[in-house]
């Protein structure tokens, strides 16, 4: 665990749960699986404080427990998914791409909440969305629950593990922890509910939904709550499922771009004949990326995506614009160059880039001191002389890889921080604008005339709101840069996983 890492994960924690949490998540995440009362003494913090805290980051699969073989229960953070909370935005926008505002909320609400029950889920998605309808209008609790279901079948969202009941009326002592289990086949199994009703809208007046004053409403919402039809059965976001989703659409735009002009030709639709067909998988098995593979010849033979060689590829491609980039056009000559000639001395750089010596050497230089290339001493003799040592220039992708994704962590951290900073600075602009937002939606509500709206949007004062949409832009630019940063780092992560895996 990287100190960037460790700060982006304090930065992120901070961000969404507040000081106590980060302060507990940071804590495990530095110095491993620890027992609670040796939590509380080592951070300074108050058992109950540490308690909640732990419930939180428990909640949202942050922190894992398990009991030690000295009867005690430890607990210990989820660095790696700490980190999956900068693709929040990316994950609802997929389900919003894929499954329209329905989906995007349902994963929205199980992202905010870390699990919930489906028709906890129903109910809030309904009431958010009957909230943006038309006055009269409002969303049928079916029509959610279809797109649960769908995102379940897709494997979008899956069931949380639970505590299996226990047969005998005697169970015995209760253990340390709970031990929650699931199996795959009912990981998707969506419970049949009967969820019948509309989305409902919330009321700024003293009337609810029936007119009626809140004095005169009957007391029955505490005392007489209906049993849940699913309750103990809670769902949580699939980031595996998001995560293969991502992948594959990468490695699909990366084929399309390559081979654009080719594709463009092709039917609209899956009416392709066994003859162009052919071809163009034979096109693609011959392309050198070596995205799709072939394997035997019978029947045709069997045609595979090659997923490491494709992420291999998109990594490198990603190494090689940065390359060209941070070092200039001539830098990603020589980059390729070395990537395709796997090993070359400083003569045949020179030789085969067509750079002059002294330039070339810079470059090599400039890029050795970055990370991105590695030198290679290959002695002719034991006791390694200059004079009888060849150096060769080598790319070494799954290094480079790394040392990019670490740089990657420290570009978003600075993001998030410089983020922060530009909002504090302008607490005061936006607490007033927000308050003259609230005073123009509620005067809307009750009807009041143009002349008197304008009475109040005048308090905001020229120059305030063209600071206002200064900061506006400077925002929206560093979350849009998060996103692209967060995109290279899934590739790399995604590119060094499957490598591991293959050693």
């Known amino acids: 665990m990287t100190q960037a890492e460790i700060k982006l994960c304090s930065l992120l924690l901070q961000e969404h749960f507040g000081e106590i949490v980060e302060k507990i998540g940071v804590h495990l995440i530095r110095t491993g699986s620890q027992p609670l009362r040796v939590i509380a003494h080592d951070t300074g ?20 427990y398990q009991v030690h073989k000295r009867g005690v229960v430890e607990y210990e953070a989820q660095c790696s998914r700490v980190l999956r909370m900068l693709r929040y935005p990316r994950y609802i926008y997929t389900a919003k791409t ?35 309808m038309e006055d009269g209008k409002t969303m049928d609790y079916a029509e959610v629950s279809n ?38 086949k009912d990981m998707y199994l969506v419970p049949k509910l009967s969820l019948i009703g509309k989305g409902k809208r ?12 809140k004095a005169k409403r009957p007391k029955h919402n505490r005392d007489n709550k209906e049993p849940i039809p699913d309750d103990g059965i809670y769902w949580q976001a699939n980031l595996d499922r998001f995560h293969q989703h991502f992948r594959d659409q990468a490695i699909v735009s990366a084929v399309a771009n390559r081979m654009d002009q080719i594709f463009r030709s092709l039917p609209v639709g899956y009416n392709i004949s066994k003859q162009v067909l052919d071809q163009y998988l034979t096109l693609l098995a011959d392309d050198p990326l070596e995205f799709v593979g072939k394997s035997g010849d019978s029947g045709g033979g069997m045609y595979v995506i090659n997923l490491h060689k494709a992420l291999g590829s998109l990594a490198t491609a990603t190494l090689e614009s940065v390359v060209q980039e941070r070092f200039g056009s001539r830098c990603a000559r020589i980059f390729r160059l070395v990537l395709q000639k796997k090993h070359l001395e400083q003569k045949q750089v020179e030789d085969f880039a067509m750079i002059p010596a002294k330039e070339a050497k810079d470059m090599l230089y400039k890029m050795l001191s970055g990370n991105f290339i590695s030198l290679q001493e290959i002695p002719k003799t034991p006791d390694h002389a200059p004079s009888r040592t060849f150096y060769l220039y080598t790319v070494n992708i799954l290094s480079a890889a790394r040392m990019l994704l670490h740089r990657c962590y420290k570009s978003i951290a600075n993001l998030i921080e410089r983020r922060q900073f530009e ?23 009750t009807g009041a005339e143009d002349a008197q709206l304008q009475e109040i949007e005048e308090m905001i004062t020229v120059p305030e709101r063209q600071q206002l949409e200064t900061l506006k832009r400077n925002v929206n630019k560093l979350d849009a840069s998060e996103i692209q940063v ?14 591991m895996k293959r050693q």
């Open 45 to 64: 913090t108050s058992l109950d404080q540490v308690k909640k805290a732990l419930c939180v980051l428990i909640q949202h699969n942050l922190v894992i």
């Open 98 to 132: 894929l499954y329209s505002d329905t989906g995007e909320l349902i994963v929205e609400e199980l992202l905010l909440n870390g699990k919930m029950t489906m028709s906890a889920v129903v109910k809030k998605v309904a009431d958010r969305l009957t909230e943006t």
């Open 147 to 184: 797109t649960f279901v769908r995102l379940a079948d897709t494997h979008f969202v899956q069931r949380c593990p639970w505590v299996p009941a226990t047969e005998n009326s005697d169970p015995g002592p209760l253990p340390l922890a709970p031990i929650l289990v699931i199996s795959e």
């Open 202 to 213: 919330r009321r700024s007046s003293d009337e609810d939904a029936a007119g009626e004053p």
């Open 423 to 445: 909002t504090k600075e302008n607490k005061r602009l936006l607490e007033k604008s927000q308050r003259v937002e609230a005073i123009i939606a509620s005067m809307q509500a």
């Open 486 to 499: 967060d995109e290279t780092i899934f590739l790399l992560e995604s590119y060094i996983e499957s490598t």
